[in-house]
């Protein structure tokens, strides 16, 4: 486009030279071969003059004309304009009915460019002070005259200038919106290029929830075509439902949720029927809000894909370890039975190497029992399935219970084992007079977590000892077990809870474990509505936390 717009202007420049060369031309035809009346204007022989300058003056620029093309083209074009002078001077000037051509030069200058109208104001008022000066010499005799006219020139250069500017401006935003729409445009672009890209289903709504948005992805999971989609209410499109059966989009619609914490929402339970294959499809989801440039919300976009396969294999394994687990449990609790009857009944005589294997044997079956118990247990939190008998008791008395059944095995390896109790129960800075300190979940869940994480403290503390602290706020008892081990660094804590995750280390594989204890810990918390953490440094020992809701009063 750019060498295409040097040749228009190298091209022009030719034909504007030609017109200062027809000039030359003109006049030496006339001189020689007229004796036509023009010749005694003078302002013709400067005419041709300037003409054989203007002719010259193209091979001297076109040097130039390579490093700044439209400048020297720009400069060839006002050149020719001057010709307008000679014309209006030779029908009589100022008096010539030609005259007003000049104001038309001016205003037409100023609104190409601002240099323009300068360079044109300039030669008009150089103009009337040369004509009244010299040509006329009335400029002495009749300033008034000469005098108005410029001032009209200034005039005519003032609303040029304005007019200019405003110009300036209206052509520098068209530019910026044209800047922007093309960015814009370019963003859309590219948007829709990754939407239809992406191998997972999006799609998106207004605070109407009506679709505003489905990719290529999300037309193929749901059979609906993107043009009978766009526009209807989200739930005629996904009709989305729980695992029991239940409309999501009018019970617990995601997008009301996003719009009410501003924050993202994951789901993991919803899924739909398929409009043509009448197929159940599990979905995972995740929603996030829109936002309009001043920050409000404007809609909600929510990218899903199609989980029915790892549920379905979720579903399989879950259902073989409950099986496996349950087939495994009672011939470990018959061999456990009968070893403790041939170890501690008296019945037969053993002797004490056999006493020893026995007694592996028997911790190792403890050992199977306690896995197919953790697998089981796993099984029901997973499917949903754990059932929780939620009464009111103290939080100080279970704690209390647990270090009295768990004193032995600390005197046992020599450290410490106690309750640190608070002197003052306060609540914000305040005393606690009257209050129920007691806490809402099941007794029995609870002592498995206080026993988890007192076992797995003494365990992992070799000199020392373990303190459980209890702290109490407005809604929550918060529980603290702190021990003087090895700690852990902080890449293991996050992964702490997960399932099956095990610090590996010497201490780790000396001190044996399956990796599910504090998964278990963990979602029997926030079955109750409480949360835990840890805090650990390692060589100084760990501090493990989670809280429990306080009784309404």
């Known amino acids: 486009m750019e060498g295409n717009l040097e040749k228009y202007y190298k091209s022009i420049r030719i034909w504007l030279t030609a ?6 031309i003109a006049y030496g035809l006339i001189l020689f071969f007229t004796d036509w009346e023009i010749l005694r204007y003078a302002g013709f022989r400067i005419a041709a003059i300037y003409g054989l300058f203007g002719f010259i003056g193209y091979f001297i620029l ?13 400069l060839t074009f006002l ?114 290029a990754v939407l239809t890209a992406i191998a997972d289903g999006v799609y998106a709504v207004d605070m109407d929830r009506n679709l505003v948005l489905l990719n290529k992805a999300a037309t193929g999971l749901t ?60 979905l995972s989801s995740s929603y996030a809000p829109i936002k309009d440039f001043q920050g409000n919300m404007s809609g909600a976009i929510c990218v899903f894909r199609d989980i029915t396969k790892e549920k379905e294999v979720e579903r399989l394994r879950n259902e073989f370890v409950s099986t496996a687990s349950h087939e495994l449990r009672t011939p470990i609790t018959a061999t456990e039975g009968y070893i403790s009857i041939v170890t501690d009944s008296g019945m037969c005589k053993v002797d004490g190497k056999s006493k020893e294997y026995l007694g592996k044997a028997k911790n190792t079956l403890l050992s199977m029992s306690k896995l197919i118990q953790n697998l089981l247990a796993v099984t029901k939190i997973e499917e949903g399935k754990l059932e929780t008998n939620i009464t009111s008791f103290s939080i100080h008395d279970l704690v209390k219970e647990v270090i009295d059944v768990f004193l032995k095995k600390s005197q046992d390896k020599n450290i410490s084992l106690e309750i640190v109790d608070s002197k003052d129960l306060t609540l914000k800075g305040k005393k606690v007079v009257g209050r129920s300190l007691n806490v809402k979940a099941d007794m029995e869940m609870l002592r498995e977590v206080i026993n988890n994480l ?20 407005e809604e929550f008892a918060t529980v603290n077990i ?29 001190v044996g474990g399956t990796g599910l204890g504090l998964y278990i810990t963990r979602s029997i918390v926030e079955t109750f509505g409480g949360r835990i953490w840890v805090e650990s440094i390692v060589g100084k020992g760990s501090t493990f936390h989670f809280t429990v809701p306080l009784t309404l009063d």
């Open 62 to 74: 076109n040097k130039w004309e390579e490093k700044m093309p439209k400048d020297i083209f720009e």
């Open 454 to 473: 007192v076992e797995n403290a003494i365990k992992f503390t070799e000199k020392g000892g373990v303190s459980v602290s209890i702290d109490y706020d």
């Open 482 to 510: 702190s021990d003087t081990g090895m700690g852990m660094q902080k890449d293991a804590q996050k992964h702490l809870f997960e399932k099956f995750y095990r610090i590996d280390n010497t201490a780790t594989r000396e």
């Open 19 to 24: 017109f200062h060369l027809s000039v030359i």
């Open 223 to 282: 059979n609906w075509e993107e043009k009978d989609a766009l526009g209807l209410k989200c739930s005629t499109v996904m009709k989305l439902i729980n695992d029991g059966d239940v409309s999501v989009c009018e019970k617990d619609c995601p997008a009301m949720a996003v719009w009410n914490t501003g924050e993202p929402v994951f789901r993991a339970d919803t899924c739909f029927v398929n409009k043509k294959s009448k197929k159940r499809i599990q």
């Open 79 to 192: 050149s020719v304009f001057v010709y307008i002078f000679f014309i209006v001077d030779f029908f009589g000037g100022p008096d010539s009915f030609l005259f007003p051509i000049l104001y038309v030069v001016l205003i037409s200058c100023y609104y190409y460019h601002k240099l323009w109208g300068y360079i044109a104001s300039a030669f008009c008022i150089g103009y009337l002070i040369l004509h009244g000066a010299i040509i006329s010499t009335e400029l002495i005799s009749n300033p008034g005259k000469y005098l108005g006219l410029v001032v009209s020139f200034l005039l005519v250069s003032v609303a040029g200038y304005i007019m200019s500017k405003k110009t300036s401006e209206i052509s520098n935003k068209n530019e910026s919106l044209t800047e922007l729409a093309s960015k814009v445009t370019a963003e859309k672009s590219q948007d829709e």
